[in-house]
């Protein structure tokens, strides 16, 4: 038996930026997903995946030859993307399960599969793993982005990236805000499709190489900051400048505008976590609008 794990992510500042050169401030948290692989005889690929509270959601079976579907239960289009990953692998290593007999590969998230904690980039960094390949370059052959989230799935620290030439690049960093006290994560009830949040981005791409270097140097700010004060002006203009690119209103300014502090999107607009910072604790006020997910930094960041 053989396993492989990765951490989640959370991208705190750069957002779609990061894509054109941008540096992002990227946070690995400390859920993740595990796979393990088990060899057998049964000439085929068993497949299960479980969720959080060990409930099994999907399995599939798979042969060896081309990774031939042959039977599934749950989404057929979940059976579809990994099939596609798996071939993918073949590609990059053409000796990848060629003289298996038979295996058995369970994988378990940590966290909701609607949290957009990286349920899809932890599965390709422990396959990637798995078959001894690079996983940036198995992510851009099967889902696309930047790679932030890969990094991160293999980091055991907060980190800088960027995209130099389209090279992925990360430095670790100490990022431990004395603040962090104040910071909360709350979920809002709906996952976002990174890959479509990418191609409406694609679609805008109205600024400057200025743009993309004041987004870096905020982010970089962000980790030197030393009160709760200082980082929400940071917040607040890194959404200002965000909201102008994507010509679309901050979050705060469409959903949250008697909040007493500070709010900001992560990665995607529109979905998945939002970070809020603010001297009086959150919980309350969140859960009276019905977001009921609000997690402190400290129970969700490495």
Request: net charge negative; proline share 3%.
């Amino acid at each position: 038996m053989t396993r492989y794990y990765s951490h989640g992510k959370l991208l705190l500042s750069g957002e779609y930026l990061i894509l054109d050169g941008a540096v992002g401030l990227a946070l690995p948290t400390i859920h993740g997903q595990d796979l393990v692989v088990e060899e057998n005889d049964s000439g085929l690929l068993h497949w299960e995946s479980v969720n959080e509270n060990e409930q099994t959601w999907f399995t599939a079976e798979f042969g060896f030859e081309d990774f031939e579907l042959i039977r599934f239960t749950g989404e057929k289009q979940v059976g579809l993307q990994l099939q596609k990953i798996l071939r993918n692998v073949r590609i990059m290593n053409s000796r990848f399960l060629i003289a298996s007999e038979g295996c058995k590969v369970r994988t378990a998230l940590e966290f909701p599969r609607d949290w957009g904690l990286g349920s899809s980039s932890t599965l390709i960094n422990n396959i990637a793993k798995w078959a001894d390949r690079n996983p940036f370059q198995l992510l851009d052959k099967s889902f696309g982005g930047s790679g932030y989230d890969i990094a991160c799935a293999n980091s055991e620290k907060p980190l800088f990236f960027r995209l130099e030439d389209g090279h992925p690049r990360a430095l670790q960093i100490d990022f431990d805000p004395p603040f962090k006290a104040h910071l909360h994560f709350v979920h809002l009830n709906q996952k976002q499709s990174s890959r479509e949040s990418i191609a409406a981005y694609e679609e805008v791409q109205d600024f400057s190489d200025q743009t993309l270097d004041h987004i870096s140097a905020i982010g970089k700010e962000m980790t030197r900051c030393a009160s709760l004060k200082d980082f929400n002006m940071l917040v607040k203009e890194h959404e200002r400048i965000i909201g102008k690119v994507l010509d679309q209103a901050p979050v705060q300014e469409r959903m949250f505008r008697d909040f007493q502090g500070q709010i900001k999107s992560l990665g995607a607009w529109g979905g998945d976590f939002i970070l809020a910072a603010s001297e009086i604790n959150p919980k309350d006020y969140f859960r009276k609008k019905g977001y009921k997910t609000v997690i402190p930094y400290k129970e969700l960041i490495l």
